[in-house]
C-alpha cells in the first residue's frame, strides 16, 4: 500500500510526464476566516488583491481556498507572494486565476501554461480546487 500513497505525491506527478503539473484543494471555515480579518486589519491588505478586497466575506474565504490550492499545486514554494495572484471572473462567471511575480515564475518553473480551478461555498464553508496543466 506504500507505493500507492506515494503515486499521488506531486513528485510522482512530475515523473508520469503528462498533462497535470499539481493538484491542490483547500477548505476555509467562513466565520473563523471573517473572525481572522477583524482580528487583524491588515490581512486582508497581505492576502487579497486590491480588486479582491472589497468581496463579501464568502467570497474572500472562497478566494483564499483558491490561492492556498494553487500553493499546494505549486508544491508550496517559499517566497510566494499573495498579491501576485488574483481570482477573477470570466464573461461567464466562471471564475479565473491570473498570476504575476512569484506566482507566475513558480508557475513558469514548473511548465504550467493552463490552471483549472472550481470553489464553492455552503453555509459556514468555503472550498477551492485547482489542477495545474503542463
Do not use: Y
Not at 53 to 76: H, W
Not at 82 to 100: F, L, M, S
Not at 105 to 118: K, P, Q, V
Amino acid at each position: 500500500m506504500g507505493n500507492a500513497r506515494n503515486f499521488f505525491a506531486l513528485p510522482a506527478l512530475d515523473k508520469l510526464g503528462g498533462m497535470i503539473a499539481g493538484i491542490g484543494v483547500d477548505i476555509v471555515d467562513v466565520p473563523r476566516f471573517g473572525r481572522q480579518l477583524e482580528k487583524t486589519p491588515r490581512l486582508r491588505e497581505r492576502l487579497f488583491t486590491e480588486e479582491e478586497r472589497d468581496l463579501p466575506l464568502r467570497s474572500l474565504a472562497a478566494r483564499f481556498a483558491a490561492k492556498e490550492a494553487i500553493a499546494k499545486a505549486l508544491g508550496a514554494p517559499s517566497g510566494m507572494n499573495w498579491q501576485h495572484c488574483t481570482i477573477r471572473k470570466d464573461e461567464a462567471g466562471d471564475p479565473q486565476i491570473h498570476n504575476t511575480g512569484s506566482v507566475a515564475e513558480a508557475s513558469n518553473l514548473r511548465g504550467i501554461t493552463s490552471w483549472h480551478l472550481t470553489m464553492s461555498h455552503d453555509g459556514d464553508m468555503a472550498i477551492a480546487m485547482v489542477v495545474a496543466e503542463r
